[in-house]
Each structure stands twice: as C-alpha cells, then as structure tokens.
C-alpha cells in the first residue's frame, strides 16, 4: 500500500497470498470450534475431574507436582493453573491481571469440569516471593511457612467468598516434593 507507483503484479500477488492465508486460518478456526465440545464433554461424562490445582510456574517442581497428585490417585484428573507465585501470583496487586485470569479460569473449570476443590500449592524458595516482596525466605523455614500462610489464607477466604461450595486445600511443597498441609 506504501508502494501505490510501484509494481502492481507483485502487489496484487502480495494480496492474493495473504488472503489464501487467511483462508488457512480460517478453516482451522473451523476445525477447533469442532472439535471443543468432544473435548469438553468426555471428562464430564466420566466424572473423574472435580480438581482444580494451582501452583507455581518452577521447572524444579514439576515433575514432583505431577508425583504428588499421582500418589492422590489425581493423575490427568485435575485442571491446572500456573502462576509464578501460586497464592501471590493470584493476590499480586502489582499484575492484578493475574487474579483477574486467575478467577476467570476457576470460573471455566467449574462450568466445564464442575470442580469441587481448590488446591493451592506453594512452595518453598519460591522466586516470585524474591521478586515481588524482596523477601528471601529459604534460610528461615519458620518464617517462610508464615508468609507462605498469609498469602494461602487469603486465597482461600476470597475463593470461599466467591464460591461457599468451594473445598480449598493449602498445600507448601519443599524442593524435594515433600507436601506439607497448612494447619490454619
Ligand atoms: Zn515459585
């Protein structure tokens, strides 16, 4: 479009591909939109999902988030966000856009999978505590689980505002997987 006085056929080329692009795009919207409701239905109809888990994004626990719901008989039964922080992602009010996906993806789940229960896990040596709050937490276990308990119970008192049927665990995982629960 720059280039009106310029070469009409490789213009027009230009246009022509790129609306055959957009062609292709188009019939792969089609394509999902069939697709998600098959998608959508099968674990409803099985009612094996009534989890909802939210952890942080580290690479060093995602193995042992996966072992631990698997040793809950939870494996490929829970639908699962990811925010660097857990609890703080989803309560940081520098990226309030977080919660605000936070609790719209709580919302999906329970429309599309009728979740039950809110899992939050924290974990220790978290970086988000680090970047967000300046607080290195590692070397006072004590008080790590202290911050950590903060923010938990705060999730858990907006998530049971939002939604009283809502059960809500709250879950600590330490860098070797070990699962403490939150005695509050
Ligand atoms: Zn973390």
């Known amino acids: 479009m720059e280039h009106s006085t310029g070469h009409h056929h490789g213009?027009?080329?230009?246009?022509?591909?790129s609306r055959?692009?957009?062609l292709k795009l188009a019939t792969l919207g089609a394509g999902v939109t069939l697709m998600a409701p098959m998608m959508v239905s099968r674990p409803?109809?099985?009612g094996g999902v009534d989890t909802l888990l939210l952890t942080c994004m580290d690479y060093r626990l995602m193995a042992r988030v996966a072992e631990y719901m698997e040793g809950r008989s939870l494996k490929e039964k829970y639908d699962h966000i990811v925010l660097a922080g857990a609890?703080?992602?989803a309560l940081n009010d520098k990226k309030p856009a977080w919660g605000?996906?936070?609790w719209d993806e709580v919302e999906i789940a329970r429309d599309l999978h009728h979740?039950?229960?809110l899992i939050v896990m924290d974990h220790r040596d978290c970086g988000a505590y680090k970047a967000f709050l300046n607080l290195d937490l590692a070397a006072d276990p004590r008080r790590e689980?202290?911050?950590h308990g903060q923010y938990l119970t705060k999730l858990r008192t907006i998530a049971k505002q939002r939604h009283p049927d809502l059960e809500v665990e709250l879950l600590i995982m330490d860098l070797d997987g070990k699962v403490e629960t939150l005695a509050v």
């Open 145 to 147: 689980s202290d911050v």
């Open 87 to 89: 609890s703080l992602g």
């Open 100 to 102: 605000e996906a936070f």
């Open 115 to 117: 979740v039950k229960r």
């Open 20 to 22: 055959r692009g957009f």
């Open 11 to 17: 213009c027009c080329q230009g246009e022509h591909s």
């Open 44 to 46: 409803a109809q099985a």
